[in-house]
């Protein structure tokens, strides 16, 4: 007795409608996308390759430049900040202090940032932390983990490599050291 798979598959996009409908190798399409069906068969069962492609447009207006870097600018900033929390920490601090800090430094983060950050980096095996009262109020203390010791050292390595990288590539360009560079900060 054999049995054929008529396999069924539904894509959906990002407002959860149906996009493409799969049924025994025929593509239904919506305007949006296009797919390419395969069907490669084996002795056992029948396997149903799907590539799907979303058209991408352009849009009608651009952004303005001040909005564009200002983007870009937070993005940079989010991936940094990580580094400067891990570094921060070489020394134990709790929250406000360690807020303190890294103003200090020109990394100012929101509370809203900065302590669910802490809290991945410490599920991460990163951080430490530990529950002290100090000055009648109590206070949960982060520090580096041996791991977080470890993991700040090979990022520190890899910054290090990413700046002179990035160093060569502006001297290349004709365009000096990025600090000579003059910047709208």
Request: hydrophobic share 35%; charged share 25%.
């Amino acid at each position: 007795m054999s049995s054929r798979i008529k396999p069924e598959i539904v894509l959906w996009d990002y407002y959860l409608k149906p996009n493409v409908v799969l049924k025994s190798g025929k593509a239904i399409l919506n305007h949006d996308f296009k797919s390419i069906c395969k069907f490669r068969r084996n002795s056992l069962t029948n396997i149903l390759c799907v590539i799907h492609y979303m058209s991408h447009t352009m849009p009608d207006t651009v952004q303005p430049a001040n909005e564009v870097f200002e983007n870009l600018r937070l993005e940079l900033r989010r991936g940094c900040l990580v580094v400067a929390v891990l570094a921060a920490l070489r020394t134990e601090q709790y929250g406000y202090t360690l807020r303190k800090a890294l103003a200090e430094h020109r990394m100012e983060i929101d509370e809203g940032t900065l302590y669910p950050l802490l809290r991945r980096l410490e599920s991460q095996g990163l951080l430490v932390s530990e529950w002290r009262e100090e000055e009648k109020r109590n206070k949960r203390f982060y520090k580096l983990s041996t791991l977080g010791k470890q993991i700040l050292k090979q990022l520190h390595t890899e910054w290090q490599l990413m700046d002179l990288s990035l160093n060569e590539i502006f001297k290349e360009q004709g365009h000096g050291t990025p600090r000579a560079l003059s910047t709208s900060r």
